[in-house]
């Protein structure tokens, strides 16, 4: 599969929830799911990185598919919302790199 752009896989969300999924759950439905999904990813990375050990029930999960229910759930609400993910990125790197030009540079913690 090829890579896609924020804009295409938004399109490619609306579509599959409109012919497969029915429709959107409400905003705050997602922004509780999105939470949930997060709560997964974040399990796994404190087992794989942090100093939990893994548990029976971590079996099988895999980082980079709880990564993209991240992502979809976040789509699903950019959709709903109103918001073109891809500008708002744009926008987003361009605050922090003028932001930021030279505090990480000077930070002496780093």
């Known amino acids: 599969m090829s890579e896609i752009t924020l804009s295409q896989a938004q399109a490619q ?8 999924g029915v429709r959107y759950f409400s905003e705050l439905t997602n922004l509780g799911i999105l939470v949930e999904e997060v709560g997964e ?15 029976k029930s971590d079996e099988g999960k895999d980082m980079a598919d709880e990564m993209a ?3 979809w ?7 709903q919302t ?11 790197m361009e605050k922090k790199t003028l932001r930021d030009a030279d505090r990480h540079k000077n930070n002496t913690k780093l």
Do not use: H
């Not at 990813?41 to 548990?55: A, E």
């Not at 759930?73 to 959709?79: E, F, G, K, Q, Y």
């Not at 109103?82 to 987003?92: E, I, P």
């Open 69 to 71: 229910d991240v992502l």
């Open 41 to 55: 990813l974040s399990r796994l990375m404190v087992r794989q990185y942090g100093d939990q050990s893994f548990k």
């Open 13 to 20: 969300v609306d579509v599959w929830i409109k012919t497969i």
């Open 82 to 92: 109103g918001v073109d993910l891809g500008a708002a990125f744009a926008r987003n």
């Open 73 to 79: 759930v976040l789509l699903c609400l950019a959709n």
